[in-house]
């Protein structure tokens, strides 16, 4: 019912920057989700954010991409980007962006794909060494 479409992928050098945006005409999402895929391999979890009923903004890493990628938000808007420093050639993969209105839950665990409503058809990047 609802596409995202994911842009800013591309060609990167090592240690340099890309920023992912992840979007669905008109429409503004709680919680966001990147998750990467390499062929042969399974999805894999980078990055995540969600609004907790308080309004605070929550972000969950991968350990691989601590202190490189982020996504980052303020206080009033989430727009669910992902920011891409230090890029190494093991972040080389096809980037999928996940969303939708729910709010920060236990029942809604961050790092789970399942959890998710919305997903983008993925964008691919590549870092050469």
């Known amino acids: 019912q609802v596409q995202l479409t994911e842009t800013g992928g591309g060609l990167a050098q090592t240690g340099g920057s890309l920023r992912l945006s992840c979007s669905a005409s008109g429409r503004t999402f709680s919680r966001y989700a990147w998750f990467r895929q390499t062929p042969g391999k399974d999805r894999e979890f980078v990055a995540a954010?969600?609004?907790?009923?308080?309004?605070?903004?929550?972000?969950y890493y991968a350990d691989s991409v601590k202190g490189r990628l982020s996504i980052p938000s303020d206080n009033a808007k989430n727009t669910g980007d992902l920011q891409m420093n230090s890029l190494e050639p093991e972040d080389t993969a096809v980037y999928y962006c996940?969303?939708?209105?729910?709010?920060?839950?236990?029942?809604?665990?961050?790092?789970?794909?399942?959890?998710?409503?919305?997903w983008g058809l993925g964008t691919q990047v590549t870092v050469s060494s």
């Open positions: 954010i969600c609004q907790s009923t308080s309004g605070m903004y929550y972000t």
């Open positions: 996940a969303a939708d209105t729910k709010v920060c839950s236990v029942y809604y665990p961050p790092r789970l794909p399942a959890s998710y409503d919305y």
